[in-house]
Nanobody
Framework: QVQLVESGGGLVQAGGSLKLSCAAS????????MGWFRQSPGKEREFVGG????????YYADSVKGRFTISRDNAKNTVFLQMNSLKPEDTAVYYC?????????????????WGQGTQVTVSS
């Protein structure tokens, strides 16, 4: 199995940027497709984006397309979420997740391992 730890969250003004990291340990990181999700109070967990094992395919939710960028460094066992042009509606706890079998899935049930989350707050 794999353990995931997110970092990089914080408070930022609207229009600003943050870069989240998700560090993996355990089984080789390159075995896993990775995803980013977010959840804000009173709302369902929402798919943000995903990246396949090799990084060859990357997927984004429409709500973040053009503003967020997902990348991974398999040598450093880390996946990143660069968030630009942040909006107050991006405020949420952001989670990374790892999937053994499915790349780019928007469904949380496709993912086998989850991090603890990191809070992102965007002020207006």
């Amino acid at each position: 199995q794999v353990q995931l730890v997110e970092s990089g969250g914080g408070l930022v003004q609207a229009g600003g940027s943050l870069k989240l990291s998700c560090a993996a340990s355990g089984r080789p990181f390159s075995l896993y497709h990775m995803g980013w999700f977010r959840q804000s109070p009173g709302k369902e967990r929402e798919f943000v984006g995903g990246i396949t094992k090799s990084g060859g395919s990357i997927y984004y939710a429409d709500s973040v397309k053009g503003r967020f960028t997902i990348s991974r460094d398999n040598a450093k066992n880390t996946v990143f979420l660069q968030m630009n042009s942040l909006k107050p509606e991006d405020t949420a706890v952001y989670y990374c997740a790892a999937s053994n079998y499915v790349g780019g899935s928007v469904y949380g049930t496709s993912y086998d391992y989850w991090g603890q989350g990191t809070q992102v707050t965007v002020s207006s």
